[in-house]
């Protein structure tokens, strides 16, 4: 069938010349894409239905000026070309999105870093200053905090009163926390 007595039975709504046409122009569109897209692309097929359906609603508008299997095929490589652009748009986002996911993981590995070491420092100062401390405290104090001992264990342990205990783990976190204040201080004057 030509082009021309084809495109009027189209338009005329011929339901034998619609199958014509999809069966004559099919497989060539089809590979179009294929070679566009990749043979494996699993948007191939939607390319190929939307060429036709573009097709037959632009039909009125074909001018005969080219064969009607180069509309066709121009036609389906547009639509590919489009499938391809989009695709970049998106993997320019994705990627974008991967770049600000990892700059704020880095981040957050940075200010974990950060505090991970000032913990550290603080816990030397702290330990540093409670050398300074007399052996009582750092008795009453060790026993509490770094052993996790109740008073009345610790009570039985120096053999002193529970409030003994109480009171001088009292005076000792005091003098402790003046202690490393005061060392604070000096550093950030320096």
Not at 1 to 12: P, T
Not at 50 to 66: D, H, K, N
Not at 80 to 96: A, G, L, P
Request: glycine share 4%.
């Amino acid at each position: 069938m030509e082009d021309r007595e084809l495109v009027q039975k189209l338009l005329a709504k011929d339901k034998e010349a619609e199958r014509h046409f999809f069966h004559a122009y099919r497989d060539r569109l089809y590979k179009a894409c294929s070679y566009v897209l990749g043979y494996q692309d699993p948007e191939i097929e939607d390319v190929t239905q939307e060429t036709f359906m573009i097709a037959l609603q632009s039909l009125g508008q074909f001018e005969f000026r080219s064969s009607l299997s180069t509309w066709l095929v121009r036609i389906c490589m547009n639509r590919c070309h489009d499938r391809v652009r989009q695709r970049q748009r998106q993997i320019v986002k994705v990627v974008e999105e991967l770049e600000s996911l990892a700059r704020s993981h880095s981040m957050e590995m940075e200010r974990q870093k950060e505090a991970e070491e000032e913990q550290k420092r603080l816990v030397r100062l702290i330990a540093a200053q409670t050398e300074i401390l007399g052996d009582p405290c750092r008795g009453v104090l060790k026993l509490r905090d770094e052993e996790g001992k109740s008073y009345a264990a610790i009570a039985g342990e120096l053999r002193i009163p529970i409030g003994t205990v109480m009171s001088r783990l009292a005076r000792c976190k005091e003098a402790l926390k003046q202690l490393v204040l005061n060392a604070l201080k000096e550093e950030s004057n320096a």
